[in-house]
């Protein structure tokens, strides 16, 4: 081989070389890329993949049908904050910087969302929040696809003060949620005519309750308002159970959904409410349907839950305010994001433009015989305004 | 590195520092908006791990509850420049004053803590303890206390100016915090090469001789102690300016646990060593935890396990001793014996 | 009268679970003078032993029977890798114990996920004490921590392994010389104090959330009850289980949990500062 030749052969071997690490947009269209941060360690896990799987789906769907802007693909950026403040704010910075995320989702704590805030404000991009918080966020880079206290407590607290009595319990974690639940149960428990008898709050992790089981059951309420989900709240009810109060004292869990069947013996869940915009027993042909295409695609044995359905919904909004503005500029997408409405789970669903809450479909669901079922369907309901004497900006 | 090269730098230490100082220096210019925010919280998180360093390695003393100083700085600092402080207002309010605030409060904080610890002859293990259900009360004070923001914290902390104009932008905020760095570096490295340094020393590798030869033990220690608290209180400070929020985990004992395992990992017994140990365990931790997912506390946890058993002096301690003799050259200070 | 009877009846049963859970603790601490970090795991594990059982349907009683023995084996591995190489580090095996606390954790997380699971009660019934409604799954608990306390007593005050052990304790380096085996000594201990660990988490498992995070709550008022109540001796476990226990319980009921909690722990630091050796310890070998 000459030298001329063995010149050739070296710049065709480069070309090769260089074409194979050239990036594929020359292949497809260039992704709009989406930023989730969602815990997938630390303790909040569950709702985390329950999230990601709700935002997965939406994406192959949308995908599967030719995507945005024009065949342009949605593409999700998964990163574990490890239900932590800190690590979502580095997280959240990350996506924005160096992947050029359009929107960010997530967290689940509010504690984490409050963090992630400024970031969004900073670095102008849209946060996405798909978990039940306590209202009253008020921010143009903020979306809330989120049951707060106006959607729940006002059906619930007359619907079990007429069923069940009107001497109500609050027993619930000491931070904010819990306790803006409180307010929400204390003005509706008045509107009624009843009274609330005690009202106790916990830390986290705590292992004995039985001094709170005592002093509940002398107390002589008929309802128990139980605002402690996840671990403490399986703690509770299953030292509950074991004093056999559950067939004097009625328990609403909030927040309680289907990942409650896996963690209580069908004995131990009996007869707990709840109260949540979807349930996946719900006899609805889309909430069949979602359920059916979440199995589909993520096996027989997923659970399905509120959390997979906001997620998903908020995907769904973020495409159709995306297809609206007519461009991936975050700026836009946010001015396009207001008064779109998805159908997820159950019925439409309106992301309001004044104050970025939404307007939901809200159940009563009831533990019954090892299923979560739909006690009685609420319709509906239209949220109080968030940005209320505030400036959405 | 290879070898030879290892040996000249453990040979010259100031060139080592210097060359690490200068790949600081040089970093932003890489062009990478994104790293120079990573770098800017890891230096934060470098300072917060010195304080520690001082305290744990220089002294002997096992403090599990470190983020109680580094929480109490951010509080201080985030409350006093949102001007939540009832009296304190005006100039006093601006974010200087506050984060000298800060670091008076905490050394202040600390010495009260020292005082109460110290003199009742808690140590090893007890203080260990002790210092652990401190920082799991202080995070359940600051989760109840609903005027400091509770559960969610505190958002929108004002930057701090300089000359007139607010340092936001990311490059400048780089290059202040990384000054901050230096500074507290050298300060710290004049305190332990003292003579103040040395007595800290000697209480550490023996107490009881250290008192028999007439040395107020208990003061030494409070005195290092309110030093590595301070020193952790401004990194506290400072973390708020950088991230715009305090939150509960930042003062428990999460956030204790994890700038023990940064300090071991680096090398407890060396400044700069654990330093780079906080630099380290969280650039791994946020390029390897996405890949590695579940597994990687488990490596991180074996990690630390074997790290303890083979390396107590860290994977820096060795290479960045600068003065061998002097710094417990011994494998193991009071801490191992 | 009678609401403050019925409340230390809970408080007992409380007490008496402390006590269960910290007795491994202050066993491994007392003789060995390690603070076994990795302890809530080893709950973690024996409750996670009974989850397995119970899904596997052989149900709950195997588990409890199996946990101790999983455990204690766990136990004698780690004591064999790690512990043994850090006797004369105290610290570090603080350091080294938690760091296998993480790893347990994770890898419990990666068999069983993050997920609450499930146990079937195995004793559902309930009578009636002081007019109140008691489940007998507590009188159970309650009679398992006494067997222990009475098993353990009996093991360092009537035998020749307790005789050697409590000569460990008073003075360590005077019991070698003397020719006991502290090796072997060290082993058994931290094997024993494994497996009660164990013990403690299965027998609790139906009474509690079965997660990852589930060893974490019991650590910190266990680990107080023992400076609080001093660890040379083991009468001090009861005193100090007594004294945290008992306070939770009290003024949870009293007041709320929330306050509980601060002030327990807050009371706790204090005592140990005050008595170093605790409530019932006499002076301490170091």
């Known amino acids: ?393 | 590195m290879s070898n030879a090269a290892a040996r000249t730098l453990r040979a010259h230490p100031l060139a080592l520092q210097l060359v690490i100082l200068a790949g600081f220096a040089l970093f932003p210019l890489a062009g990478d908006d994104y790293l120079v925010v990573e770098l800017t919280q890891y230096l934060v998180y470098g300072i917060f791990a010195m304080g520690l360093s001082l305290v744990w390695g220089y002294a002997g003393i096992l403090c599990f509850g470190h983020a109680v100083f580094f929480g109490l700085g951010a509080y201080v600092m985030a409350l006093v420049s949102k001007g939540m402080v009832p009296g304190i207002g005006g100039a006093l309010a601006s974010g200087w004053a506050a984060m000298a605030l800060a670091v008076a409060v905490v050394a202040l904080f600390a010495v009260l803590l020292g005082y109460f610890l110290f003199y009742g002859r808690l140590s090893g293990p007890y203080l260990g303890i002790v210092t652990l259900a401190i920082s799991v009360i202080a995070e359940r004070v600051a989760i109840k206390w609903y005027y400091i923001g509770g559960y969610n914290g505190l958002t929108g902390i004002p930057p701090l100016s300089l000359g007139g104009r607010e340092i936001i932008d990311i490059v400048p905020m780089y290059y202040l915090i990384a000054s901050f760095a230096v500074g507290v570096y050298l300060l710290c490295r004049r305190i332990v090469a003292s003579p103040f340094g040395t007595i800290v020393a000697a209480v550490r590798d023996n107490e009881d001789r250290a008192e028999f030869f007439g040395y107020n033990t208990a003061y030494y220690k409070i005195v290092i102690f309110a030093v590595g608290a301070a020193v952790a209180g401004l990194a506290g400070a400072l973390f708020a300016v950088v991230t715009e929020f305090v939150s509960p985990t930042m003062i428990g004992f999460g956030m204790s646990t994890e700038v023990l395992i940064w300090v071991a990992l680096g090398g407890k017994e060396v400044l700069l060593a654990s330093f780079l140990g906080a630099l380290l365990v969280r650039a791994m931790e946020s390029f390897l935890s996405d890949v590695l997912t579940y597994y990687w506390f488990l490596i991180l946890g074996l990690f630390f396990v074997a790290c303890v058993m083979f390396f107590p002096r860290g994977v820096f301690g060795r290479l960045l001793a600068a003065r061998p003799m002097a710094t417990g050259a011994k494998a193991g200070g009071a801490g191992e014996t | 009268m009678w609401d403050i009877g019925i409340q230390l009846l809970h408080s007992l049963n409380y007490i008496l679970v402390l006590v269960l859970v910290a007795m491994g603790l202050v066993i491994i601490f007392g003789l060995m003078r390690v603070i076994n970090m990795a302890h809530g795991e080893f709950f973690l594990l024996g409750a996670y032993t009974v989850v397995l059982t119970s899904q596997r349907g052989l149900g709950f009683w195997p588990g409890l029977v199996l946990a101790p023995v999983i455990v204690g084996l766990v136990g004698m591995v780690i004591e064999w890798a790690v512990i043994r190489h850090l006797y004369h580090r105290l610290l570090d095996s603080i350091l080294a114990t938690w760091g296998i606390s993480i790893a347990i954790k994770q890898l419990i997380i990666i068999f069983f996920g993050p997920a609450g699971l499930m146990i079937k009660p195995p004793l559902p019934q309930s009578v009636h004490i002081l007019g109140l409604v008691y489940p007998v799954y507590r009188l159970f608990i309650m009679g398992v921590s006494v067997a222990v306390i009475a098993l353990t007593f009996y093991l360092f005050q009537r035998t020749d392994f307790g005789l050697g052990a409590r000569a460990v304790i008073a003075n360590r380096d005077m019991a070698a010389a003397l020719g006991i085996n502290t090796r072997r000594m060290n082993r058994v201990t931290f094997t024993f104090g494994s497996a009660l660990a164990g013990l403690a988490g299965a027998v609790m498992a139906p009474l509690m959330s079965c997660d990852p995070q589930m060893g974490l709550g019991f650590f910190i008022p266990a680990f107080l009850s023992i400076l609080v109540g001093g660890a040379g001796a083991l009468s001090g476990v009861l005193v100090g289980g007594a004294v945290v226990g008992g306070g939770d319980s009290l003024i949870s009921f009293l007041f709320s949990p929330v306050t509980a909690q601060i002030v327990v722990f807050s009371l706790a630091i204090v005592l140990i500062r005050i008595r170093p050796q605790g409530l019932v310890g006499g002076r301490r070998h170091e």
């Open chain 1, 1 to 393: 081989m000459g030298s001329k030749q063995r010149w050739i052969a070296v710049a065709a071997l480069l070309a090769c070389v260089l074409l194979a690490f050239a990036p594929p947009a020359v292949a497809g269209k260039k992704p709009v890329k989406i930023g989730v941060v969602l815990p997938l360690s630390g303790g909040f896990e569950i709702y985390g993949n329950l999230g990601v799987r709700g935002a997965k789906m939406a994406v192959a769907e949308i995908n599967a049908a030719g995507g945005v802007l024009d065949g342009r693909p949605l593409e999700l950026i998964i990163e574990d904050n490890k239900t932590d403040p800190k690590t979502s704010v580095e997280k959240a910075k990350k996506l924005i910087l160096r992947d050029k995320v359009v929107a960010v989702m997530g967290p689940v704590s509010s504690a984490a969302r409050d963090a992630m805030t400024p970031v969004a404000v900073k670095y102008k991009t849209p946060l996405l929040y798909g978990i039940d918080y306590e209202g009253g966020v008020c921010n143009r880079y903020v979306f809330l696809y989120s049951a707060i206290p106006d959607h729940d407590m006002d059906k619930m607290v007359p619907y079990m003060g007429q069923k069940y009595g009107k001497t109500f319990y609050v027993f619930g974690y000491d931070y904010v949620w819990p306790h803006k639940m409180t307010e929400a149960i204390q003005r509706n428990v008045d509107k009624i005519g009843g009274k609330v008898v005690g009202v106790e709050y916990t830390p986290f992790g705590v292992k004995d309750f039985t001094p709170t089981i005592q002093k509940i059951a002398k107390s002589g309420a008929k309802v128990l308002m139980l605002i402690v989900p996840g671990a403490d709240g399986f703690t509770f009810i299953k030292q509950f159970t074991e004093f056999g109060l559950k067939d004097k004292i009625k328990i609403v869990a909030l927040a309680s959904d289907e990942n409650y069947l896996t963690a209580l013996t069908p004995q131990q869940s009996e007869g707990i409410f709840t109260a949540l915009p979807f349930l996946a027993s719900l006899d609805k042909p889309e909430a069949k349907d979602f359920v059916a295409r979440q199995k589909k695609m993520f096996g027989n044995d997923v659970v399905v839950t509120w959390a997979t359905c906001s997620h998903y919904g908020l995907v769904m909004l973020l495409k159709k305010a995306i297809e609206k503005a007519g461009t991936d500029d975050r700026e836009k997408i946010i001015d396009n994001m207001g008064d779109l409405t998805v159908t997820v789970g159950n019925g439409p669903e309106t992301m309001r433009a004044k104050d970025h809450h939404m307007i939901l479909n809200m159940l009563i669901g009831k533990f019954t015989g090892g299923k979560l079922v739909v006690e009685k369907d609420l319709g509906r309901i239209v949220p109080s305004d968030q940005c209320k004497g505030k400036d959405l900006q």
